[in-house]
């Protein structure tokens, strides 16, 4: 069973940044996938950004340009800055993880690390 611990995350005024870091308990397939969906209250869960093994990253469209996404497979841990933050930006963001061909449809997920973005 994977586990993911979350860190980072927290309150920050309009146009500031945050990191937040996720370390994966271990990693059960040679191509795997690791990132961060975020949800809103109101909204329907959305992709933030995701890193495979191999280094490919995907960005959801609010996010390109202001978020960078990057990895250390030797300590299974993903790191997600988040710059120029928006009021909009304001979620509760999961770290997630799974082999590489469920992108998509991760299965692991982590406890969830708030974010709020102030005006």
């Known amino acids: 069973q994977v586990q993911l611990v979350e860190s980072g995350g927290g309150f920050v005024q309009a146009g500031g940044s945050l990191r937040l870091s996720c370390a994966a308990s271990v990693i059960m397939y040679s191509s795997y996938v690791m990132g961060w969906y975020r949800q809103a209250p109101g909204k329907q869960r959305e992709l933030v950004a995701v890193?495979?093994?191999?280094?490919?990253?995907n960005y959801g469209d609010s996010v390109k340009g202001r978020f960078t996404i990057s990895g250390d497979n030797a300590k299974n841990t993903v790191y997600l800055q988040m710059n120029s933050l928006k009021p909009e930006d304001t979620a509760v963001y999961y770290c997630?993880?799974?082999?590489?061909?469920?992108?998509?449809?991760?299965?692991?997920w982590g406890q969830g690390s708030q974010v709020t973005v102030s005006s």
């Open positions: 997630v993880a799974d082999r590489d061909s469920r992108i998509y449809s991760p299965r692991y």
């Open positions: 890193i495979t093994s191999g280094g490919i990253t």
